[in-house]
């Protein structure tokens, strides 16, 4: 038996699914994620919607079912290779306020092809990040559609990150992991993941320009924080050809999705500058709760 089919045979093994968008014209981020533990009888998923009045979400475990796309209102459906719709249908929270009815027709339309982080990492960081996830794809997209938010209407044009990665999915086992993307435009973006075990660090991404991923080998990240979450941070990207890639990242927002006893995600809508250019993503960071 193969390593991967060992780790396929783990009570922890996951298969996630992962959307989010930015509508800079209505100030609205949406992120979500299903996930499936096939061993361990168990799907689960979180819904969020942020604007500058309101961060509100949602998150739900299940057994798992006949319907591995389809968890408490929120719906995947693979249109083809390149395209997604994503539906939801249901409350959100934001305690101590009501809850917020949400109803979201979007679809997501890749704008690259899928960057596969085995490009990135050798055979060592491999091994390190085997209790995270085993295969990692990335690849980003305009989201359009509509949301209504307690009735009220917003027609959606956004750019966003998709991933999938299927694998181990301990949530305490990295000391800390950031996953940082950015939409610049239709034909630029970049994604980074700094992921640090007690081994050491795996950094792996790409920066998408001139119609090419360039696979992304290593990152010096400094991170300033605010009351304890991350506030601003400067970025060294290097790709496999030597390029470096400065890119400074601001906080515009943030929510906080709790994953175990021990982690939280701090998932935060970012404003970054690039060569005098402007873009949005999402930067997540997984730390210890406080």
């Given at each position: 038996m193969?390593v991967?089919e ?9 298969e ?6 930015h509508?800079k ?5 949406a992120?979500?994620r299903?996930?499936n533990?096939?061993n361990?009888?168990?799907k689960?998923m ?10 509100g979400?949602i998150?739900i ?8 796309w389809n ?5 995947y459906?693979?249109l ?7 539906k ?6 934001n305690?101590p ?17 899928p960057?596969?982080?085995?490009e ?7 091994e390190?990040?085997?209790?995270v ?5 990335e690849q ?12 009220q209407h917003?027609n959606i044009?956004?750019y ?11 949530w305490?086992s990295?000391k800390?992991w950031?996953w940082i993307?950015?939409q610049?435009s239709?034909?630029e ?5 700094k992921?640090?075990?007690?081994e050491?660090?795996?950094?792996a ?5 001139n119609k090419k991923?360039?696979?992304l ?21 290097y790709?496999?050809?030597?390029n470096?890639?400065?890119?400074a ?8 999705v709790p994953?175990?006893e021990?982690?939280?995600l ?7 500058h690039?060569e005098?250019?402007e873009g ?5 960071f ?5």
């Amino acid at each position: 038996m193969d390593v991967l089919e060992k780790l396929k045979k783990h009570m922890e093994w996951n298969e996630s699914y992962y959307f989010n968008f930015h509508d800079k014209n209505n100030q609205l981020t949406a992120f979500m994620r299903i996930g499936n533990k096939v061993n361990k009888d168990e799907k689960s998923m979180f819904f969020y919607l942020m604007s500058p009045t309101m961060t509100g979400g949602i998150k739900i475990e299940t057994p798992l079912d006949k319907e591995p796309w389809n968890i408490a209102g929120l719906k995947y459906q693979e249109l083809d290779q390149d395209r997604w719709r994503l539906k939801y249908d249901g409350p959100i929270y934001n305690p101590p306020d009501k809850p917020i009815d949400v109803k979201m027709d979007v679809t997501w339309e890749a704008l690259n092809p899928p960057m596969d982080y085995k490009e990135c990492v050798n055979h060592e960081q491999v091994e390190m990040s085997s209790n995270v996830a085993s295969q990692h794809y990335e690849q980003f997209g305009r989201a359009s559609g509509i949301i209504e938010i307690n009735q009220q209407h917003y027609n959606i044009k956004g750019y966003g990150e998709r991933d999938l990665s299927l694998g181990i999915r301990e949530w305490g086992s990295p000391k800390i992991w950031m996953w940082i993307n950015s939409q610049f435009s239709a034909t630029e973006a970049f994604n980074i993941t700094k992921l640090s075990v007690e081994e050491g660090d795996v950094d792996a991404g790409y920066f998408h320009i001139n119609k090419k991923n360039r696979p992304l080998i290593k990152s010096d990240i400094k991170v300033e924080y605010s009351r304890g979450t991350p506030h601003k941070f400067n970025m060294k990207l290097y790709d496999k050809k030597g390029n470096e890639y400065q890119v400074a990242g601001e906080v515009v927002r943030y929510g906080m999705v709790p994953v175990d006893e021990k982690m939280v995600l701090i998932e935060t809508l970012s404003k970054y500058h690039w060569e005098n250019k402007e873009g949005y993503g999402i930067a997540e960071f997984l730390v210890p709760k406080p």
